[in-house]
């Protein structure tokens, strides 16, 4: 896989979609476009929060935010175990805010829509959030559910117990589900279980948007598929989905 021509579908990867019938979607940067100022004003509110929290500089705030993220799966995850931080108080902080710059997205809602079976949302973010963000996106009616932080006891991805607390929470065969993330090491214990990956890139990301390490991963075997245009993957895919089974007379 290069990450420059995102590989054709179908039959590019060794894991195909025959089997699927649960379609699991992170949210951030994966169902809305990462160039959207969305995550940035997140991860300044974050920031402000730490530094509030520990009455240190915004700098020190932001780099203590960062380790926390890198070696925790969420920086929520690091403040909680590392200083007792009350998550609601964070998660409300950190996700109050404007969404007018967000807007909706009908052709990737309708290939969404589109999909043979379930889909859900997984996000290490709260289920408030992501229901805003849906709805904002004019794609809230295609998910049955939505397992944030506080479904996961704050449990991040990417950690494996995450993902068997997801997966027995909403009764997921994991050879029967493929999941879509922004980050790849979000995909690795997904790959591991029998999911089929996709890796889900904005088309002309550089380094400066992302920390250097959110990109390692991106060209290792666990991540079967990788697109720039998650709407046309998905009515792909739709296409080439075997027909649903009928009973027969």
Same mark, same amino acid.
Request: charged residues 25%; proline residues 14%.
């Given at each position: 896989m290069t990450l420059a021509s995102p590989p054709?579908?179908?039959g590019a990867s060794v894991m195909s979609f025959d089997a699927v019938d649960t379609w699991v979607f992170d949210l951030d940067n994966t169902l809305y476009p990462a160039h959207h100022d969305l995550w940035f004003q997140i991860d300044a509110r974050m920031k402000g929060y730490i530094s509030d929290l520990l009455g240190i500089p915004p700098e020190d705030a932001f780099?203590?935010?960062?380790d926390y993220y890198r070696r925790y799966g969420t920086s929520l995850r690091g403040l909680m175990i590392e200083h007792g931080v009350e998550p609601d108080a964070f998660l409300a902080h950190v996700h109050d805010v404007?969404?007018?710059g967000l807007d909706a997205a009908p052709r990737l809602a309708a290939a969404i829509e589109a999909l043979p079976g379930a889909k859900i949302v997984y996000?290490?973010?709260s289920e408030r959030h992501a229901r805003n963000v849906l709805e904002k996106l004019g794609m809230d009616a295609h998910f049955a559910a939505v397992h944030d932080i506080?479904?996961? /006891?704050?449990?991040p991805k990417p950690t494996e117990e995450a993902y068997l607390r997801f997966l027995r929470t909403h009764g997921v065969d994991p050879k029967r589900a493929a999941m879509f993330e922004d980050l790849a090491r979000n995909l /690795?214990?997904?790959h591991r279980l029998g999911m089929v990956t996709v890796l889900v890139i904005p088309p002309g990301e550089t380094i400066a948007a992302r920390e250097s390490w959110e990109f390692e991963g991106r060209e290792d075997a666990y991540v079967d598929h990788i697109t720039e245009d998650l709407a046309g993957f998905l009515e792909t895919v739709a296409r080439e989905a075997p027909p649903p089974v009928t009973e027969q007379d």
């Open positions: 054709p579908f179908p780099r203590i935010q960062k404007d969404l007018s996000t290490n973010g506080v479904a996961a /006891e704050f449990h /690795e214990v997904p």
